[in-house]
């Protein structure tokens, strides 16, 4: 059965550094795409990042980036230049294939930038 | 702007009642999903809707009804049914494409008192 795993409850880091969220996933088939979201004390879910499987390269937002590393299954989140506003849950998240628009959640990691 | 809204942000209700939450998107899209999310948990799906009239029950259904007469809506009741219904729920978007992002709402939080 497809599942996410976010083993870090909880994540401190100084402003200005960079931060590593892990998320490893299982999943039998061949395709999938790969998701990080970021949940404010507001609740609101914001969209970071996406990594498809067959991506050659490992994607880039901005002070995001995606770790993907495929025969490990795992698709680490990297936030550079840490800022205040970053202080927020983050969730890793892996869509099904075939249409299905389904999304599996992992239980989320705790982020905490302090000055 | 282009969004989706969710009413209202906070409910509370008796044992025993139903409630309905609000869901509206004007972004055009196909897909609108709820999600249901626990304190420490991730979210998990109750239903979802690719097409006006048609909708699927996601990993959570039981207790939880929708209807989508229209794009743009989604309304989820919470029935007496539901067991434990008091959680933060979340209505998301998207467009087709296996995998294009989801947007979200900004939640309701349901209390049942």
């Known amino acids: 059965a497809q599942k996410i795993t976010q083993t870090q409850p909880g994540m401190f880091v100084q402003e200005k550094e960079a931060v590593t969220l892990d998320c490893t996933y299982d999943?039998?088939?061949?395709?999938?795409?790969l998701f990080w979201y970021k949940q404010p004390s507001s609740g609101e879910m914001i969209f970071l990042i996406y990594?498809?499987?067959?991506?050659?390269q490992n994607a880039t937002e901005g002070r995001y980036s995606l770790n993907f590393q495929k025969a490990r299954k795992s698709a680490n989140l990297v936030i550079s230049a840490s800022q205040l506003g970053d202080s927020a849950m983050y969730f890793c998240?892996?869509?099904?294939?075939?249409?299905?628009?389904?999304?599996?959640f992992g239980t989320g990691t705790r982020l905490q930038v302090f000055p | 702007d282009g969004g989706i809204t969710q009413s209202p942000k906070y409910l509370f209700r008796k044992e025993g009642q139903n409630v309905t939450l609000s869901c509206e998107q004007n972004?055009?899209?196909?897909?609108m999903y709820w999600y249901r999310q626990d304190p420490g948990q991730g979210l998990r799906l109750i239903y979802y809707?690719?097409?006006?009239?048609?909708?699927q029950k996601g990993d959570i259904a039981e207790g939880y009804s929708v209807s989508r007469e229209k794009k743009e809506s989604f309304p989820l009741t919470v029935t007496s049914a539901q067991k434990n219904p008091t959680a933060f729920y979340l209505c998301?978007?998207?467009?087709?494409?296996?995998?294009?992002?989801?947007?979200f709402g900004p939640g309701t939080r349901l209390t049942v008192l």
């Open positions: 998301a978007s998207k467009t087709g494409g296996a995998y294009n992002e989801q947007f």
């Open positions: 999943t039998s088939d061949p395709s999938y795409g």
């Open positions: 990594q498809g499987s067959y991506d050659q």
């Open positions: 998240a892996m869509g099904l294939p075939y249409n299905t628009d389904k999304l599996i």
């Open positions: 972004l055009n899209h196909d897909a």
């Open positions: 809707s690719q097409i006006v009239n048609d909708f």
